[in-house]
């Protein structure tokens, strides 16, 4: 019973203390095996399920020998009559040791776990009996050595749980620089068509004019031609030959595969894997000097670099979606650049391109522009801006822009706009369906930038709203009924916290934001019909963007009006009685800088207004009560002064 208590104690010897157990009492073998797993289970020593049953076959096995119950019954009589087990077996039973636990121990000593030494053992001398073979040394307990077994349950678990795959063949799924297509007889004839191209100039080098014929031959748009002729080396040495140009083009069909790769593998600088806003300035140059519907820009050299910086800016407000200022292949990928830059060759008026090079609209975005910057040093600072569309953005919007929030430029601490950012800002306004828009003024009404607008940044901006629609005669409504509104509007999916992708997926977005901060364009939105906007909204098939309809209806009237002033100027007596539009628009012309002058009260008032709120009634107390006025032909400037702020949106938007 000692020994049996002390070799219960030891986990790696359970299988052993059993089979002493069923020899000395008789019992069964079906409870002796019940009565292992159950031990094995007090002592944590669990088998996994692909190798307990075999451990269980190996165990019935070795339990059905003769030699095993000779060696326990011989043992047990040993222990019976109290004399010690010895540690080397003389009989000629097989060991028991290759289910034990590794543990060897004399008799009148308790088992202890041997203590792993500080070196390795050296290497017995002298032979000793393998623990396999059937040789006896006596009646004692066979010596117990590390289990052969459990030695290879590791290894064994590893290799039966672990998977085994097929050797298969993945096909590469990832091309960066485009898939593979044309073959080497394509490229072939290629460089063939293009020596023959060369052969007929003069000393075989072909000048920038010549590269029309070399861009068709070798299978490319029109308008890459300067991005070819710059890649062969030819703005360095003044032309190009064909070993410089076949040198290049085996670059290109052998690395690069598809027209982004292709693109910008010919525009970007050397070393580089994306284009940046210098990179695009000789392309679109030669786009001012060749393309037929621009030629009428030639007299006017003076205004080449402004529209090609409009096209530029153009460019990076749809294509770098990632905001880095570098555009990359996959952008390009996603893009309709190219397929519009290949557009120019096939049409004739550039106008009808209404994406990136329509002249109509660099014409509205340089003129409006132009009215801000007073002092035409191409730079506007926030004043400046404040007067764009009669005043209509907040103060505290502008002030965002200004931060830096979507320009890189102020972030030199210079508070003022450039041309290229005024691009941006100008899209931005006028078209807010557009991603990049969204984006725009979410950076700028997430002003703490954490990711989402919360109702803290709307009350912010609500403010300002609030004081300039009372100071116009108008009711506003209370901040809380507009944020149910808003809320119901977008949908919000983290609650009362509005983030870019709510705006995103929002049909009513140019809503949300002019609400905040356009007061113009809200009240537009008030007085329109609801259904009406819901049902523009919801429309998937749009035919002009919301851009290209403010783009078109400002370029008619810009244009109208310097008609006009042109005809007043020469022709002060020559007008003809059916031409009503120019009448009127002549009209409005007359009537603008009143209505300027009258904004220029209402913003004092505001100012006003937020320096004392307290004043703010005395300040509005000269309007008059009724929302009635009279033709703007028909007062004089006090008048206009005075009542401007109770006239209806429409009428402010026909001025």
Known sequence: VTVSEQLLSETGILNTALEIWRYAFGVDIGTLLVARNAMSASHDVTLTPSVKPKVDELFMRWLSEEETKDALLENLQLILKGEHVSCHNTGNQQSFGDFSGGISFTGGQSPRRPTSPTTPPASPTTKTASPRSPRKKGAGFPAFRKSSINSKVTPNRESLDKPTYPNINIPQFYFPTGQPTCTADYNKQIINNVKVIFSNFNEGKAHKKNFTDVAKACDCPLFWKMALYRAAGGEEKGYVTFEMFQDLWKIISTS???????????????????????????????????????????????????????????????????????????????????????????????????????????????????????????????????????????????????????????KSGLDRMSYTEFVWFLLAEEDKRQPTSIEYWFRCMDLDGDGVISMYELHYFYEEQVLKMEAMGIDPLPFEDCLCQMLDLVKPKLGV?????????????????????????????????????LRDGESDVQELSDWEKYAQTEYEFLVAEEGANDSNMSYEDDFEADEEDDIELINRNKSKQHALNAISDLNTVITAAQEKSGSLENATTTTTPNNKSTPPDEMNNHEISAEFHLLEPPMRNRW
Request: proline share 4%; net charge negative.
């Open 497 to 533: 916290k509005i983030t870019l992708q709510d705006l995103k997926i929002c049909k009513m977005t140019p809503m949300f934001f002019d609400t905040f901060f356009n007061h113009e364009k809200y009240l537009d939105h008030e007085q329109r019909d609801p259904f009406a906007a």
């Open 256 to 410: 690069f595969h598809d027209e982004a790769s292709r693109f910008v593998r010919l525009l970007a600088q050397p070393g580089c894997n994306y284009l940046t806003s210098e990179d695009f300035s000789p392309l679109i140059q030669d786009v001012v000097d060749t393309h037929p519907g621009l030629s009428f820009l030639q007299e006017a050299p003076e205004f080449h670099s402004r529209y090609v910086t409009t096209v530029i800016a153009r460019i990076f407000f749809t294509v770098n979606r990632s905001w880095s200022g570098k555009i990359t292949m996959p952008d390009l990928r996603r893009s309709n650049f190219l397929t519009i830059l290949q557009l120019l060759d096939e049409e004739d008026d550039i106008n009808q391109i209404s994406d990136y090079f329509s002249y109509e609209h660099f014409y509205v975005i340089y003129c409006k522009f132009w009215e801000l910057d007073t002092d035409h040093d191409l730079f506007i600072d926030k004043k400046d801006l404040s007067r764009h569309n009669n005043h209509a953005i907040s103060s505290r919007m502008i002030d965002r822009i200004f931060s830096g929030a979507v320009s890189r430029g102020m």
